[in-house]
């Protein structure tokens, strides 16, 4: 068992490890990148709930000789900002997280936390919810999120029950194809309903589709962690076997990896973690695509690096988009994904063509 | 001399057209909630013959072919009723340019302001025949407006937050009336005072940051659904405890109201602005309905 774990540990440490890092040991690496990018994070996270379109004084927001109730800046401070910035960490972090683990899974780079119609199935619980008025709220959560929250698990099993169903072991092709027609069919059905809808219902279900991160309190970013956590827990059990997946599930299992059993936690992990953020959020692109890549181009494909870096890269990305999206117009906000989109897309080809 | 005489032929061709194009028309489509009404209102209902498939009011339309929405107009359906006048709304571009292309005449039409509901109602009097009848209820809609005016003035004008949708049990994705529109014109006249003054455009996405810097001392939620139970909207109203510092909540007035009239800028406007100064003003000698 020793024996077979320091031959794994060897492996993939010859097998992953960027060409330009090759001389970096894991620690030196992890620590750079840890400090680097989760330092970004955390002045990102500080410096997001003092920037907006109302000027509050800091001295006053912490004031506590004025009663809360009469505390503007304060409201300002602790009601929208503060939430909103960790609604955004914890979405951009859960989204990055859960494209490194798709792409790894399915061996693919196109790959992000929507294809296999998590989102898709996320979105058609929310339309309902939106469109037919369902007036259900379990215990003060209102009812999108968790109607959300049913799609996007939904979906997920059942893309899952198609891979494993007539094939011994998960295949990642029946996942992908399944997940991909998932997607489309669950968008016919969005039409639909959006179609069915009257004119103001279409128009929330719209804003709805572009994701937003006002969340207005903490309550629904408590709701949502039970599930990320869960999901990021079974994250931290991952890098090293799919540094080996990503090789191949033959080389993989060779290797000493349980093949089926990684696949398994890795599917169940991101959708979950999928599932968490959107209900939060609404699906808020781009971000489970480009901070993947992004870092990997940074640090290497060794996903002991890589996925940590991701969240905190994630993370950062996220909330300061959000920063932009609703300081650039004020008082009004631009939909969060436009920002990612347009700040993150240009940028990432740039990195892509210097790096060629 | 053949030259001018085509030419004579041709004017009068063309004045012959705008003549016939002008005559009262007897078969009218009208798409748009607001123009129904006005139609109806103005003694003009029996010209029509299609209206829009989400037009609810008056009763008398109930039997009367459907022709699709703002979103989805069914040019087909609209043309087989071979009407003479239909009257679509200013932004159907593509529906405007086939009707064009089939010879039907329009009315163009859009939301604007208060006073151009009043307009409105007198354009589409002449246009249909019903001049006189028009005319007579825009000045009652006028000496409505003059009334509530009357009755609220001198009073403290609340700052207001006109809701017009959000999501459902939640506070998030919340829209509400800008400075300009009828709605804010409504709310301006039953002595309301809109925090969003400010914002130019008709509705406007609130932030919760936004909120709490408004600080709204009441909120005027309206809905066009009447099927929402008395359940349903007092939970919609809890739904505000999210924000338990904002005056309106602290005060507990967050108002809550149903109701085509309050979304729809037809013959009803009047009534709607009488119920927004009821639920400012609930002390203001306001005539009775």
Redesign the interface.
């Known amino acids: 068992m020793r024996a077979s774990r320091r031959l794994l540990a060897s492996t993939d440490e010859e097998a992953v490890v960027a060409p330009g890092n090759r001389r970096w040991s894991l620690r030196r690496r992890l620590t750079v990148a840890l400090s680097g990018f989760g330092g970004l994070a955390i002045i990102t996270l500080t410096v997001a709930p003092l920037l907006?379109?109302?000027p509050i004084g800091l001295g006053r927001v912490f004031d506590t000789s004025i009663p809360?109730?009469d505390n503007?800046d304060a409201?300002?401070f602790f009601?929208?900002?503060l939430p909103?910035a960790l609604a955004g960490a914890l979405v951009g972090a859960s989204l990055a997280v859960a494209g490194v683990v798709f792409q790894a899974l399915l061996r693919n780079p196109l790959a992000t936390p929507f294809t296999l119609g998590v989102s898709a199935g996320a979105s058609l619980g929310a339309m309902l919810?939106?469109t037919l008025?369902?007036?259900v709220?379990v215990s003060g959560i209102?009812?999108?999120p968790i109607a959300s929250l049913l799609g996007s698990l939904g979906a997920a099993g059942v893309v899952y029950s198609m891979a494993t169903l007539r094939h011994r072991g998960l295949s990642t092709t029946v996942l992908l194809l399944a997940g991909v027609t998932l997607n489309s069919f669950f968008s016919a059905i969005i039409m639909f309903v959006q179609?069915s809808a009257?004119?103001?219902q279409?128009?929330?279900t719209v804003?709805?589709l572009m994701g937003?991160l006002?969340?207005?309190?903490f309550?629904p970013i408590v709701a949502a962690l039970p599930l990320t956590g869960a999901a990021f827990a079974m994250f931290a059990t991952l890098p090293r076997a799919l540094n080996l997946l990503t090789l191949g599930s033959d080389s993989a299992a060779a290797r000493g990896v349980d093949v089926l059993r990684t696949q398994r936690v890795a599917f169940l992990s991101a959708s979950l973690a999928t599932g968490a953020a959107v209900s939060l959020s609404g699906p808020i692109g781009f971000i489970g695509i480009v901070i993947p890549h992004l870092v990997r181009l940074i640090v290497g494909a060794d996903h002991r690096v890589v996925m940590p870096a991701s969240a905190c890269l994630g993370a950062a990305f996220l909330v300061g988009c959000d920063v932009v999206a609703?300081t650039i117009m004020a008082?009004?906000?631009l939909p969060v994904g436009v920002i990612t989109a347009l700040t993150g897309g240009p940028f990432f080809l740039w990195l892509l063509v210097r790096r060629q | 001399m053949t030259q001018r005489f085509a030419w004579f032929i041709l004017v009068a061709w063309l004045s012959l057209v705008d003549v016939l194009h002008t005559q009262t028309p007897q078969r009218i489509v009208s798409v748009i909630p607001a123009v129904t009404e006005i139609l109806f209102a103005i003694g003009a209902g029996p010209q029509v013959v299609g209206v829009g498939s989400?037009d609810q009011f008056p009763p008398e339309i109930t039997d009367l072919p459907r022709i699709g929405?703002?979103?989805?107009p069914d040019v087909e359906a609209i043309i087989a009723l071979r009407p003479d006048l239909v009257v679509p709304y200013a932004t159907q571009g593509d529906l405007v340019t086939q009707l064009e292309r089939a010879g039907i005449p329009l009315f163009a039409y859009t939301h604007g302001t208060l006073r151009d509901v009043l307009t409105t109602i007198r354009q589409l009097g002449k246009r249909t025949g019903h001049a006189t009848e028009a005319a007579a209820v825009a000045r009652g809609i006028e000496d409505d407006l003059a009334a509530i005016a009357g009755a609220v003035s001198g009073r403290r004008r609340p700052p207001t937050l006109l809701v017009?949708?959000?999501?459902?049990?939640?506070?998030?994705?919340l829209?509400a009336s800008g400075g300009s529109g009828f709605q804010h014109d409504m709310l301006a006249l039953a002595g309301g005072h809109n925090v969003l003054n400010?914002?130019t455009s008709r509705a406007?996405?609130v932030?919760?940051?936004?909120?709490?810097?408004t600080?709204p001392e009441v909120v005027l939620e309206v809905r066009?659904?009447e099927t929402l139970s008395a359940s349903?909207i007092k939970?919609e109203i809890a739904?505000w405890q999210?924000?338990?510092?904002l005056p309106a909540v602290?005060n507990s007035r967050v108002i809550f109201l149903t109701g085509s009239d309050l979304v729809i800028p037809g013959p009803r406007i009047a009534q709607a602005i009488a119920r927004f100064a009821l639920a400012l003003h609930p002390d203001a000698p306001l005539p009775t309905q």
Do not use: C, M
Request: proline share 8%.
């Open positions: 907006g379109p109302t809360f109730a503007v409201q300002i009601i929208a900002r909103r919810v939106i008025g369902v007036p709220a209102p009812a999108v179609y009257d004119f103001t279409t128009f929330q804003r709805w937003n006002d969340v207005s309190g309550q609703r008082p009004f906000e | 989400h929405g703002l979103i989805d017009i949708a959000r999501e459902p049990y939640s506070l998030r994705n829209v400010g914002a406007v996405q932030t919760t940051e936004i909120l709490l810097q600080a066009a659904e349903e939970k739904t999210f924000l338990p510092s602290r």
